[in-house]
């Protein structure tokens, strides 16, 4: 059902209707051809918030019960749980066939990605992984930049995301995880550095915990060697004060043999080419109607995201962060963690490999 003809309009349900899921359900409601038709969530009263705020008739609180009731006619589902679902719920949305999109963090255990990207690819259902953040424009203007050559071969790169912006308040589980920022925020930061530099042969991290209330680690820096020899720096926090604080922004620095790029946090792009000239260029986002400030380069993300999922649903190819190259980014986070814990150098897992 993942692949229809031009002009349907594609329906599809939501599961999970938490603090993320709105900005998910905003952007389908801005997008032509595509219908949220059904809502699911084991907790009554969020389910009840979303169906007033959506209008939404058909709503489940399990996910089992709905696909039964629905079945045939769901083209796809967007589940927008927090991870410890998604082991449960990808494999009953691909005995349905409908096309998956699933948040990240996609599975909590490289193991359980594997088996759950292998069902799917039996079922031949589509596996999409909402993976956001290379949406974001001044990110997608910056990879863009890279790619076309304009600073040349790049050797070095720097993705830096430093925050002290109150996550716990909209999040509060992110407070009680062991493990925090590397696996909720890095996983998107790394993403960013696998889309602006290819696969990671092997990377070394440290991590902290600055914040004493919380279980997790706050504050991770990486360092990463690409197969294509970049060295790239990682680094997150959300525990750095700062008068102007950036949050939700990742600031990218990538030096070439022709040339450097600097993304500034007042969303500027600045090519600088090997004769000391610097063009610079306003990536600034474009945010949709309803977001709101500071969320709104990431709200911008998820349409865009949801946009090119829509357009590949109907060109019949992958959007780029299916499930098997999400795979990629998820072990950069476990090789993350055991470095952490080991102090050593560690070779991350690779899908195919
Ligand atoms: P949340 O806890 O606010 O919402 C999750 C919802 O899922 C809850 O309402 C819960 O009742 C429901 N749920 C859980 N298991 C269920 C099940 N088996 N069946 C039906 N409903 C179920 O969480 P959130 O902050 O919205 O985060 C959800 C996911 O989105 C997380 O994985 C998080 O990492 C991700 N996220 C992504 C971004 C991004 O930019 N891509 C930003 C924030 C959060
Ligand atoms: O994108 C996320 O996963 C969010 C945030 C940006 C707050 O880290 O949890």
Redesign the pocket.
């Known amino acids: 059902m993942s692949n229809e003809q031009p002009g349907k309009t594609l329906q599809g349900a939501l599961?999970?209707?938490?603090?993320?899921?709105e900005n998910q359900m905003r952007a389908w409601q801005d997008l032509a051809g595509v219908e949220i038709v059904a809502l699911?969530?084991?907790?009554p009263q969020?389910l009840a918030r979303f169906q007033a705020l959506f209008g939404i008739e058909d709503t489940f609180t399990d996910?089992e019960t709905m696909f039964a009731a629905l079945s045939g006619t769901l083209d796809f589902v967007d589940i927008?749980?927090?991870?410890?679902?998604h082991a449960?719920?990808v494999p009953l949305a691909a005995r349905h066939g409908a096309a998956i999109i699933c948040?990240?963090?996609f599975a909590g255990s490289l193991e359980t990605a594997r088996r759950l990207i292998e069902l799917c690819a039996d079922r031949g259902v589509s596996l999409g992984i909402?993976?956001?953040?290379r949406w974001q424009r001044a990110i997608r203007q910056t990879i863009e930049a890279l790619r076309s050559g304009e600073i040349g071969r790049p050797f070095f790169g720097r993705i830096s995301y430093r925050s002290g912006f109150d996550v716990y308040r909209?999040?509060p589980?992110l407070a009680e995880v062991e493990r925090f920022i590397i696996e909720?925020l890095g996983i998107?930061v790394l993403d960013i550095a696998r889309a602006l530099f290819g696969e990671v042969e092997r990377l070394g991290c440290e991590t902290t915990r600055v914040n004493p209330e919380i279980n997790g680690e706050d504050v991770a820096t990486l360092m990463l060697r690409h197969e294509d020899g970049v060295t790239a720096v990682v680094d997150c926090s959300y525990a750095t004060r700062l008068a102007d604080d950036p949050f939700p922004q990742s600031l990218i620095e990538v030096d070439g043999d022709r040339g450097s790029l600097r993304l500034r946090q007042d969303f500027k792009l600045e090519i600088h080419d090997a004769e000391g000239r610097c063009a610079v260029r306003d990536v600034r986002p474009e945010p949709p109607a309803w977001s709101e400030s500071p969320w709104f380069p990431?709200q911008q993300s998820?349409l865009a995201f949801q946009a090119d999922w829509l357009e590949a649903q109907r060109l019949g190819r992958s959007v780029e962060t299916r499930g098997d190259d999400n795979f990629n980014t998820l072990a950069l986070v476990d090789a993350a963690y055991r470095a952490a814990a080991t102090h050593q150098i560690v070779v991350p897992e690779r899908w195919g490999r």
């Open positions: 599961i999970g209707c938490g603090f993320f899921a699911c969530d084991r907790d969020r996910a927008a749980t927090t991870t410890q679902a449960t719920l948040q990240k963090p909402h993976e956001n953040f909209a999040q589980y909720d998107h990431i998820v």
